[in-house]
């Protein structure tokens, strides 16, 4: 199989994928209500193209921001898009006011169309020079040009298609250069992977502005040309029902959506449904093995970010709980020295004795792999591009045989007792107690350094004065992982990309509304204020 870093002698355009299903006369677009065909999707692009060069000609970057939900507007868009030369600008509807302003302006934004639940974002903001349009007037446009001609402007791999925005946990979004190639190729490599071809049916309900479901999603099934169902916004109880409604094959997901499906009341006939792959990453190993048995489908869970300038292979003789074997040119280097960490060195329980050595933050030594760059943003890029390596901001280790552990963000570093501690080994423990469905591991302040706190969603028969006992057990937790305070919520912060917002919970601390248990001694006992 091929890397996501090897990088083709000829790139790959969307335009290219796009023009292949202009004659093909299977569906290629469903929705709950209507069905296109690929023909007439590739039509309906076209008519989008004339629309975007008769707006956006002239000087300035042809920049169209979407603040839409998985309608099929989004869809014929980026066909539009690749078609004219135009640039798809994904907006985040869970911004608001000047930030919202403020990713307009960052990606010159020259139109934005949004639909009536978002419209109202738009008022009182200073758009100036910015053209905005309903859904409604937008289709009212396009209709003029029914039956334009299809004539794709030139565009090679390096040629920029969108900007996908990050999501914002550490700070203000960055915008992320998504160009021909960086959506073409992952979709190609994708269908080819799981041998996915037009009986198949690719279901999106992951938001269309993020880089999953537009890499993982959107581009598998044009490259397979397979039916693309769309899915307005995620829903937990309609996914099965969607499967099935829809014939879905492969779906993509990012985060937690598995756990939430899980959390629907199991039935007998579960597995009886069409879905054969469902692709993704940040996917916990307890949530994968569940889903795959509960569903029976194949559940993969890849590593990658919106950047896309680290690979990671999983393999079939992968260990439980590493992300898969490095690619060559991707190290594990100390922020601090830029030197190769050591290996992480573990005990017969599995625990990582070396953490403070081994971990480090992983790094394409090669140069910046899929990584184009972020929008209007130059000190973020020399972040990211230090003397030619591609720094991806991700911690991680590796055991003697090369298979990488993810260790959490960098924002996620811990010093606790003069000692580097990642969250995600700890988050991956907390996960194994039966009664924890979420865990958020972050730093809060103590006497010296961090303590370690975690937020955790439960179900109801969980004991917060058993968990004691049960960390106890766990021979891979060493003592300085043990979380100090733990915080029960009835639902974690994210973003609308399931992401979670661990800096609120930091800055709320010990003191949160919420329920807090702080651990004394062997056991916890309940914080009071």
């Given at each position: 199989?091929?890397?996501?870093?090897?990088?083709?002698?000829?790139?790959?355009?969307?335009?290219?994928?796009?023009?292949?299903?202009?004659?093909?006369?299977?569906?290629?677009?469903?929705?709950?209500?209507?069905?296109?065909?690929?023909?007439?999707?590739?039509?309906?692009?076209?008519?989008?193209?004339?629309?975007?060069?008769?707006?956006?000609?002239?000087?300035?970057?042809?920049?169209?921001?979407?603040?839409?939900?998985?309608?099929?507007?989004?869809?014929?868009?980026?066909?539009?898009?690749?078609?004219?030369?135009?640039?798809?600008?994904?907006?985040?509807?869970?911004?608001?006011?000047?930030?919202?302003?403020?990713?307009?302006?960052?990606?010159?934004?020259?139109?934005?169309?949004?639909?009536?639940?978002?419209?109202?974002?738009?008022?009182?903001?200073?758009?100036?020079?910015?053209?905005?349009?309903?859904?409604?007037?937008?289709?009212?446009?396009?209709?003029?040009?029914?039956?334009?001609?299809?004539?794709?402007?030139?565009?090679?791999?390096?040629?920029?298609?969108?900007?996908?925005?990050?999501?914002?946990?550490?700070?203000?979004?960055?915008?992320?250069?998504?160009?021909?190639?960086?959506?073409?190729?992952?979709?190609?490599?994708?269908?080819?992977?799981?041998?996915?071809?037009?009986?198949?049916?690719?279901?999106?309900?992951?938001?269309?502005?993020?880089?999953?479901?537009?890499?993982?999603?959107?581009?598998?099934?044009?490259?397979?040309?397979?039916?693309?169902?769309?899915?307005?916004?995620?829903?937990?109880?309609?996914?099965?029902?969607?499967?099935?409604?829809?014939?879905?094959?492969?779906?993509?997901?990012?985060?937690?959506?598995?756990?939430?499906?899980?959390?629907?009341?199991?039935?007998?006939?579960?597995?009886?449904?069409?879905?054969?792959?469902?692709?993704?990453?940040?996917?916990?190993?307890?949530?994968?093995?569940?889903?795959?048995?509960?569903?029976?489908?194949?559940?993969?869970?890849?590593?990658?970010?919106?950047?896309?300038?680290?690979?990671?292979?999983?393999?079939?003789?992968?260990?439980?709980?590493?992300?898969?074997?490095?690619?060559?040119?991707?190290?594990?280097?100390?922020?601090?020295?830029?030197?190769?960490?050591?290996?992480?060195?573990?005990?017969?329980?599995?625990?990582?004795?070396?953490?403070?050595?081994?971990?480090?933050?992983?790094?394409n030594t090669t140069g910046p792999g899929w990584f184009a760059g972020y929008y209007g943003a130059p000190e973020a890029d020399a972040q990211r591009m230090r003397e030619g390596m591609y720094w991806s901001g991700d911690l991680g280790y590796l055991d003697a045989d090369g298979f990488c552990y993810f260790a959490g963000r960098s924002g996620d570093w811990?010093?606790?007792?003069?000692?580097?501690?990642g969250t995600a080994p700890i988050e991956r423990v907390l996960l194994r107690h039966p009664h924890i469905r979420e865990a958020a591991v972050y730093a809060v302040p103590a006497e010296v350094g961090d303590a370690v706190m975690a937020a955790i969603t439960t179900t109801d028969d969980f004991d917060p004065a058993g968990l004691a006992g049960f960390l106890?057990?766990?021979?891979?937790?060493?003592?300085?992982?043990?979380?100090?305070?733990?915080?029960?919520?009835?639902?974690?912060?994210?973003?609308?990309?399931?992401?979670?917002?661990?800096?609120?919970?930091?800055?709320?601390?010990?003191?949160?509304?919420?329920?807090?248990?702080?651990?004394?001694?062997?056991?916890?006992?309940?914080?009071?204020?």
């Open positions: 199989m091929s890397s996501p870093l090897d990088r083709p002698e000829v790139m790959p355009t969307v335009t290219e994928l796009l023009l292949a299903r202009a004659d093909d006369g299977g569906p290629g677009l469903r929705t709950a209500d209507r069905e296109w065909t690929w023909a007439e999707h590739v039509r309906r692009s076209a008519e989008h193209a004339a629309l975007l060069r008769e707006l956006l000609a002239g000087d300035a970057p042809p920049h169209i921001g979407v603040l839409l939900d998985n309608v099929p507007e989004f869809s014929f868009l980026l066909g539009g898009a690749a078609l004219s030369g135009a640039v798809v600008v994904g907006l985040n509807p869970t911004r608001r006011g000047t930030a919202l302003e403020r990713d307009i302006r960052l990606a010159d934004c020259r139109v934005v169309l949004a639909d009536a639940a978002y419209a109202p974002l738009l008022d009182g903001l200073d758009l100036s020079g910015v053209h905005v349009f309903s859904l409604e007037s937008w289709r009212a446009e396009v209709a003029r040009h029914a039956g334009a001609e299809l004539d794709p402007v030139p565009a090679t791999g390096e040629d920029l298609l969108a900007l996908v925005f990050t999501s914002g946990t550490g700070g203000d979004p960055k915008a992320v250069r998504c160009t021909h190639a960086k959506i073409a190729f992952p979709g190609r490599m994708l269908a080819e992977r799981f041998g996915l071809g037009g009986e198949d049916v690719t279901y999106i309900s992951m938001p269309l502005f993020h880089s999953n479901a537009l890499m993982a999603g959107w581009s598998v099934g044009l490259a397979a040309g397979a039916t693309l169902a769309l899915r307005p916004k995620f829903s937990a109880s309609g996914f099965l029902p969607d499967v099935r409604r829809f014939g879905a094959t492969y779906a993509n997901y990012v985060g937690t959506p598995l756990s939430y499906v899980l959390a629907t009341p199991p039935k007998a006939d579960d597995a009886d449904n069409p879905l054969r792959v469902v692709y993704g990453n940040e996917g916990n190993q307890r949530d994968i093995t569940r889903f795959a048995e509960r569903f029976g489908c194949h559940v993969v869970d890849g590593f990658g970010s919106s950047e896309g300038g680290i690979a990671v292979t999983r393999t079939p003789d992968t260990p439980q709980g590493a992300l898969g074997r490095v690619t060559d040119g991707v190290a594990v280097l100390d922020p601090d020295t830029g030197k190769p960490c050591p290996p992480a060195d573990f005990d017969s329980a599995g625990r990582l004795l070396n953490g403070d050595e081994a971990i480090g933050e992983l790094v811990l010093r606790v007792d003069g000692e580097n501690l106890g057990a766990q021979g891979d937790l060493g003592p300085k992982q043990w979380p100090r305070h733990v915080r029960l919520v009835a639902e974690l912060p994210r973003t609308s990309t399931h992401k979670v917002l661990k800096r609120e919970l930091a800055a709320e601390g010990v003191r949160a509304s919420d329920p807090v248990w702080s651990r004394c001694g062997d056991t916890y006992e309940p914080r009071t204020l």
